[in-house]
């Protein structure tokens, strides 16, 4: 039987991959998104599918829709691009948490909000259990995001403890793969697009600094995975790769992978940039029986054969 399922942040990186394998699935999609990051070449190859809508609108604006499932992806996730307008990211996090928890009311229907490690902040505790509370400025550079997913985590909680609201909050980590937007300033992207045009590696900090990175493909499935859990399980979830890298680590690679005579250079650390970041996915081996599959090379390989494709 068909699912009717509604996608915010549809044409973004995840949404339009969790798009693709929800219809792989069987399923009715519908697309939602400002194009503020998302891009409608992201999904224009599903245009065709009868069974894809794809609808402009901004989460912030309430929206009325019946469904069966929503995945609430919509949100500027790249620290260019929420620091660009912080208050439109704050309200994104939080009016739109409010404006599909109280569709998800209306309608009975099952959300998942797609959180982040961000909520960790620059940790204490390493790797990152979900129990784990976090350390986080709510002044600082970042705070838009991290507090914004903060926030809306509190408020998936509380639709669900008084109005019955059928939540699964998931903590997104490091995730790349094709799609990612070329000057959205994550490390990935960065470096693979500095790499093919032969221009310096930036890397800010020493490079000791460490990051976890989930393939796509990997992560999209632990999303399913989540939402089809019972009703008692609602999360917070961590997923994610719990293999752990230094970024100068991943700047060699990259440079070995695509053959590029690029040099590395050093800036200095953004405010409040991490200086760790791993997941524990104890609970998604044992709650989802979900791990990630895809090694770091084949993913990176993958990355680099769609940035040179442009």
């Not at 709510?138 to 909680?157: H, M, N, Q, V, W």
């Not at 990612?180 to 697009?193: A, E, K, L, Q």
Request: proline content about 6%; glycine content about 8%.
């Amino acid at each position: 039987m068909k699912k009717r399922i509604l996608v915010t942040g549809g044409a973004g990186f995840l949404g339009s991959h969790l798009c693709d394998r929800l219809l792989q699935d069987g399923n009715e999609v519908i697309c939602l998104d400002n194009y503020f990051t998302g891009q409608k070449q992201n999904v224009i190859h599903l245009l065709h599918n009868p069974y894809f809508e794809l609808i402009r609108h901004d989460v912030t604006m309430p929206f009325f829709i019946e469904v069966d499932e929503i995945y609430n992806l919509a949100c500027p996730a790249s620290p260019i691009h929420y620091q660009y307008n912080p208050i439109k990211t704050i309200k994104t996090s939080v009016m739109g948490a409010i404006n599909m928890l109280g569709l998800a009311k209306r309608t009975k229907a099952k959300i998942l909000q797609a959180s982040t490690s961000e909520v960790y902040g620059d940790p204490k505790i390493h790797p990152q259990p979900e129990h784990y509370w976090g350390h986080v400025n709510p002044i600082g550079l970042r705070a838009c995001y991290d507090e914004g997913k903060r926030s809306a985590e509190t408020l998936f909680i509380n639709y669900h403890k008084q109005n019955n609201v059928r939540i699964k909050i998931a903590r997104i980590f490091n995730t790349y793969g094709p799609r990612m937007h070329p000057n959205d300033g994550r490390v990935v992207s960065n470096f693979i697009v500095q790499a093919l045009k032969g221009e310096n590696i930036t890397i800010y900090g020493d490079g000791s600094q460490t990051r976890s990175f989930c393939y796509v493909d990997d992560l999209i499935g632990g999303l399913i995975s989540l939402m089809q859990t019972g009703d008692e399980f609602t999360g917070p979830i961590n997923i994610g790769n719990p293999t752990e890298f230094r970024i100068i680590e991943l700047a060699n690679k990259i440079i070995e992978l695509t053959g590029s005579a690029s040099k590395i250079i050093y800036e200095p650390l953004p405010e409040d940039d991490p200086m760790q970041r791993q997941p524990d996915i104890s609970m998604a081996k044992k709650i989802l029986d979900w791990k990630p599959d895809v090694p770091l090379d084949l993913g990176l390989q993958r990355t680099i054969d769609y940035f040179s494709s442009f």
